[in-house]
């Protein structure tokens, strides 16, 4: 009865170390013996299909093989039997279970028989699984959320954080997990002492806080962000660790920065800045606009947008100004507004703009700019009565240069009349001296002394150049007085006519003369006969002494105008003096070397400004000179 008794208690302290489930027994050989009705209630099978190792036939056959090695693993070696199996039950499917089976000995220590407990797990693995597919959508969840995510310990060290995190905070994960939430926060945002928030988060005296303040990355760039902690405790309360979200509100700042420093020039600004309803009502106006309307201390809420104009104007603004804005979205111009506390106009450039919402579009007040422009007005009153007393006296002495003018030019036409006339008359006088000169030289030149005859010689040549000269003022003043009628000229012909003229003066000076193809223009033949005349003549006469003359005439194509060049080889002239030779009787030598009257040139330029043409001249002392001379086109013919 004892021993039978010592059985019972063993086999009931195994079956409560085991399990509370489906129990079973087996033989100490590990054969199931006998009945076993928690085992056929669970899989259904008889005692005939269980006996022995027949229990395995409930098994999932992926399974069986594995479990009865185990078993038979666990018999030989008398050792404790654990596995986890899929049994078939006695519904129908499989099911999971923990099995554990310990033997149970006899007081020699010899196994009398095995006591083993299948607990259905299935449920708990499902809910296992639900757990770690939970977990692992959390982590993905915060491991992609935009904003950033960590978890920290009591002393505020990261444990974790997401990738956002990183980006946001501008360190690696591995970084920031040497680092406190201080080693990443704005020196001057840090918080020490008990009192600050993590410290009573952590004490318990709060469940979550949420912060705005900057942190400072790597690089030394400066982030805000929004900050929420929150304490994740254990069943007793105890503090396990912080989850930190993080949101990015850099942006923000900025923004409410830009709108601070906006609102600040605004309120200083010397212009109107004014903020209405659609429907005209106040509600914003600054200092200046204050001032502008003379409001003193009165409230802009009282205001309407009406109260800012004349009476006399608010026609045009109900008509024009306002249903402008509304349709287009703005209205600008020069307008009036009225002054408070003296009722005067006060001119002012107005603009006038519909205020709309950044994310529909909407319209949502009306927005006024305006600046005084009473000085401006001012101005422009004087700037007027300026610009009208300037053209009454431009036109007083415009009256004035008109008579003169014509008094200048009826002093000129006399003066080149009496030109013309003193040159004309001058040649009978001159005739008569050289032609008396000449007889007393023939009839009476042997008996005069040398000293006579010296001086006879002095009257005859002076009578020669005073002949030269009077023909040269002749031609000058007839370049005035006579103008000969424009026409085609062909510039080839004229060269030959210049040649013929030239022809001893070439000869005997063995000058070469290189004449290039030159075209038709528009102009007075004899006249510019005379031009090119007196340009060959020139670069004849100014030779280097021991060099024959090399003269080359061109022209070139220059679009409405020929350009004519006359380049020779002789003394040249030195820069001071490239202008001064178109001046009237300017000589550059002495009369016994080069003979001349210093009208030459003048009347070269004289006929190429007669002709719409200028002229010029390039040369170096010593090297040769080049004469440039711009001439006008043919026209072409128009068709009929």
């Not at 083993?116 to 693995?125: A, C, M, N, P, S």
């Not at 939970?134 to 978890?151: D, K, Q, S």
């Not at 600040?264 to 600054?286: A, H, K, M, P, Q």
Request: hydrophobic content about 40%; some cysteine.
């Amino acid at each position: 009865m004892h021993e039978a008794a010592q059985f019972s208690a063993q086999r009931y302290r195994s079956l409560v170390d085991a399990t509370r489930q489906t129990v079973w027994t087996n033989s100490a050989s590990g054969q199931m013996l006998g009945e076993q009705p928690g085992w056929a209630a669970l899989t259904g099978q008889s005692r005939a299909q269980y006996q022995g190792h027949g229990w395995a036939q409930a098994l999932h056959p992926e399974d069986r093989e594995a479990t009865l090695r185990a078993w038979a693993r666990a018999v030989a070696q008398q050792t404790l039997y654990e596995v986890r199996q899929r049994v078939r039950v006695a519904g129908g499917g499989y099911r999971v279970f923990h099995v554990k089976a310990e033997p149970v000995t006899n007081a020699d220590g010899t196994v009398r028989e095995w006591v083993g407990v299948h607990t259905d797990i299935t449920e708990q693995l499902a809910a296992e699984q639900e757990l770690r597919d939970r977990e692992a959508r959390y982590r993905a969840l915060v491991e992609h959320a935009a904003v950033g995510v960590g978890r920290a310990d009591h002393q505020g060290r990261w444990l974790d954080v997401n990738r956002a995190a990183e980006t946001l905070l501008g360190y690696t994960r591995a970084e920031l997990l040497t680092m406190t939430f201080d080693d990443v926060t704005h020196p001057e945002d840090r918080q020490r002492g008990p009192g600050r928030p993590f410290a009573r988060l952590v004490a318990g005296e709060l469940e979550t806080f949420t912060t705005e303040k900057r942190y400072l990355r790597r690089t030394g760039e400066v982030v805000w962000a929004a900050t929420t902690v929150s304490a994740v405790r254990d069943e007793a309360g105890a503090f396990e660790y912080a989850v930190a979200v993080l949101n990015d509100i850099t942006a923000r700042k900025q923004a409410e920065d830009q709108a601070r420093q906006l609102a600040r020039v605004i309120e200083e600004s010397d212009d109107f800045v004014g903020i209405t309803t659609l429907e005209g009502e106040t509600l914003y106006l600054n200092p200046a606009g204050r001032a502008l309307l003379g409001l003193g201390e009165r409230p802009v809420s009282a205001l309407r947008l009406s109260d800012f104009f004349c009476p006399d104007d608010l026609p045009f603004v109900q008509e024009v100004v306002l249903p402008t804005t509304r349709t287009q979205g703005r209205w600008a111009g020069d307008f009036r507004f009225r002054h408070a506390q003296t009722g005067e106009a006060v001119d002012v450039n107005y603009t006038q703009f519909v205020v709309t919402d950044p994310a529909t579009g909407a319209p949502r007040a009306l927005a006024t700019v305006t600046r005084d422009i009473r000085a401006r007005k001012r101005i422009e009153a004087e700037v007027r009565a300026l610009n009208t007393a300037l053209e009454e006296r431009v036109a007083e002495r415009t009256a004035e240069l008109q008579q003169a003018n014509a008094e200048l030019a009826r002093s000129n036409t006399e003066l080149e009349r009496f030109a013309f006339v003193a040159s004309h008359d001058l040649q009978e006088p001159l005739r008569s001296i050289a032609s008396f000169s000449e007889l007393l030289d023939r009839r009476y030149g042997e008996r005069l002394e040398d000293q006579g005859r010296q001086y006879l010689g002095y009257v005859t040549r002076g009578a020669q150049r005073m002949k030269v000269l009077i023909d040269d003022l002749l031609v000058f003043s007839r370049l005035n007085a006579v103008h000969e009628p424009f026409a085609a000229v062909d510039m080839a012909g004229v060269l030959g006519e210049v040649q013929a003229r030239l022809h001893a003066a070439i000869e005997d000076s063995g000058a070469q003369l290189v004449v290039g193809p030159l075209p038709t223009v528009m102009g007075a033949p004899e006249e510019l006969t005379r031009l090119f005349q007196n340009l060959l003549g020139n670069a004849l006469k100014f030779r280097r002494e021991g060099v024959p003359p090399v003269v080359a005439v061109g022209a070139q194509d220059e679009g409405e105008r020929w350009h004519f060049t006359v380049t020779d080889n002789g003394i040249g002239i030195e820069p001071q003096y490239h202008e001064r030779v178109f001046g009237l009787f300017q000589r550059l030598h002495v009369r016994d070397r080069y003979e001349g009257t210093g009208l030459g040139l003048a009347i070269v330029r004289k006929v190429a400004e007669r002709h719409g043409g200028a002229v010029w001249l390039e040369s170096r002392a010593g090297e040769g000179t080049t004469i440039h001379l711009t001439l006008a086109k043919v026209p072409p013919v128009t068709p009929l």
